[in-house]
């Protein structure tokens, strides 16, 4: 029966289906990390995630990147009934991606997604020039407007949680940091001196400061204090271990234990590294506290759509609104180009580019009585 099972695990996924393309669920099947060149029928899968691996990095991406990457190439291969990529050509890779946008509608951020894992593949694994996709069908970029909520608004979310995703959720407004950037946080980046949140390869792989509230200096030093409690606790049991950014580990080979390289908000599990083997701890996931925005803002019955990214947008929304400069807003969100920042000048239009309805006119006692 062992055999069985064993001989069944590794046995070649049937062709069935893949002439349309796979579904969205199929592409995360562990059979499909084995393909197969239909002319030598030898597998080569697996030494090309090994060459993604290795490739990405080599120019220091993410693991999110190549988690992102990988899975568009998967899909990019079982599209072309699981050919190499070194056979497919501008019209396959064209013929894929004009898939996604025509037949999928994906949106435009998704559809450029995939053609920079392609183009990532070709140049730096592969080493094949990319070639020219002028019959390439894009995906239209709507022009959008970020959501926003009022200062009341803000604090009765806020009001809705608590312990750590409380004081994460009050980081993205108050400080305006980006979901990763404050799970991300470690013990050196806060300065109570100055006031100030230093983050470390932030938005384009820049290094920024940016506010730190001073409302929230007390319950942030209580939650140091227990998250101390905690790594002391590692440290006696041969643990306490975080990740270092970079090959850190090699020139510090104990830096990964100090203290002020400990996360702010570390999860509440460790893990084994079996690299380095070391008793690790990370940092908490972001889904505790989308999960938890989502929650509370449905508690509250909002009418819009409301996510961890709502925050920071009210954050230089409200900054706006009171006055600040353009270019400050921009330097403490790290915005590369002031147009990006410029989005939120939306708010400083009451209603219709400030100007007023002529039935407003006709009864300005209402209009006064629903403002109040």
Same mark, same amino acid.
């Given at each position: 029966m062992?055999?069985?099972?064993?001989?069944?695990?590794?046995?070649?996924?049937p062709?069935?289906?893949?002439?349309?393309?796979?579904?969205?669920?199929s592409?995360?099947?562990?059979?499909?990390?084995?393909?197969?060149?239909?002319?030598s029928?030898?597998?080569?899968? &697996?030494?090309? $995630?090994?060459?993604?691996?290795?490739?990405?990095?080599l120019?220091?991406y993410?693991?999110?990147t190549? !988690?992102?990457? *990988?899975? *568009?190439?998967? $899909?990019?291969?079982?599209? %072309?009934?699981?050919?190499?990529?070194?056979?497919?050509?501008?019209?396959?890779?064209?013929?894929?991606?004009t %898939?996604? #946008?025509s037949?999928?509608?994906?949106?435009?951020?998704?559809? &450029?997604?995939?053609?920079?894992? +392609?183009?990532?593949?070709?140049?730096?694994?592969?080493?094949?020039?990319?070639p020219?996709?002028?019959?390439?069908?894009h #995906?239209?970029?709507?022009k959008?407007l970020?959501?926003?909520?009022s200062?009341?608004?803000?604090?009765?979310?806020?009001?809705k949680?608590n312990?750590?995703? &409380?004081?994460?959720?009050?980081?993205?407004?108050?400080?305006?940091?980006?979901?990763?950037?404050?799970?991300?946080?470690?013990? /050196?980046?806060?300065?109570?001196?100055?006031?100030?949140? =230093?983050?470390?390869?932030?938005?384009?792989?820049?290094?920024?400061f940016?506010?730190l509230?001073?409302h929230?200096?007390?319950?942030?030093?209580?939650?140091?204090? !227990?998250? !101390?409690?905690?790594?002391?606790?590692?440290?006696?049991?041969?643990?306490g271990?975080?990740a270092?950014?970079?090959?850190? @580990?090699?020139?510090?080979?104990n830096?990964?234990?100090?203290?002020?390289?400990? *996360?702010?908000?570390?999860?509440?599990?460790?893990?084994?590294h079996?690299?380095t083997?070391q008793?690790r701890?990370?940092?908490? @996931?972001?889904t505790?506290?989308?999960?938890?925005?989502?929650? #509370? #803002?449905?508690?509250l019955?909002?009418?819009?759509?409301?996510t961890c %990214?709502?925050?920071? =947008?009210?954050?230089?929304?409200?900054?706006? /609104? $009171?006055?600040?400069?353009i270019?400050?807003i921009?330097?403490?969100?790290g915005?590369?180009d002031?147009?990006?920042?410029?989005?939120?000048? @939306?708010?400083? &239009?009451?209603?219709?580019?400030?100007?007023q309805?002529?039935?407003?006119? +006709?009864f300005?006692h209402?209009m006064e009585?629903?403002?109040s």
């Open positions: 062992k055999k069985d099972m064993k001989k069944e695990r590794t046995h070649p996924v062709d069935a289906g893949f002439a349309r393309g796979p579904s969205e669920e592409i995360y099947h562990p059979l499909f990390s084995i393909f197969q060149v239909q002319e029928q030898k597998p080569f899968g &697996n030494k090309l $995630r090994a060459d993604l691996r290795e490739a990405l990095k120019r220091h993410s693991q999110k190549y !988690q992102a990457y *990988w899975a *568009w190439i998967q $899909r990019f291969i079982l599209f %072309h009934q699981k050919r190499h990529p070194r056979s497919l050509g501008p019209k396959e890779i064209t013929a894929f991606l %898939h996604l #946008a037949t999928k509608n994906v949106s435009a951020s998704t559809q &450029n997604q995939a053609l920079s894992a +392609l183009l990532f593949l070709y140049r730096n694994v592969l080493n094949i020039p990319f020219k996709l002028d019959k390439l069908v #995906a239209k970029r709507p959008t970020p959501s926003v909520l200062p009341q608004e803000v604090q009765a979310l806020l009001a949680l312990g750590p995703t &409380n004081l994460m959720a009050s980081l993205l407004y108050g400080a305006g940091l980006r979901l990763l950037e404050c799970c991300q946080l470690r013990i /050196q980046d806060l300065d109570f001196s100055t006031k100030q949140i =230093h983050i470390h390869a932030g938005k384009g792989k820049k290094d920024r940016t506010i509230p001073s929230l200096k007390p319950a942030l030093q209580k939650h140091i204090l !227990q998250t !101390q409690e905690m790594h002391n606790k590692d440290l006696q049991k041969g643990a271990w975080v270092l950014p970079s090959a850190l @580990h090699r020139k510090y080979p830096a990964g234990k100090e203290w002020s390289w400990q *996360w702010v908000f570390p999860a509440t599990r460790s893990y084994y079996k690299e083997q008793t701890r990370h940092h908490l @996931h972001e505790v506290l989308q999960c938890a925005v989502r929650k #509370a #803002a449905k508690e019955h909002f009418s819009r759509r409301i %990214h709502t925050l920071p =947008h009210s954050f230089a929304t409200h900054l706006f /609104q $009171r006055g600040q400069d270019r400050t921009q330097e403490l969100l915005h590369k002031v147009k990006t920042t410029m989005i939120y000048t @939306h708010v400083l &239009n009451r209603g219709g580019l400030g100007v309805s002529p039935l407003d006119d +006709l300005p209402s009585e629903n403002e």
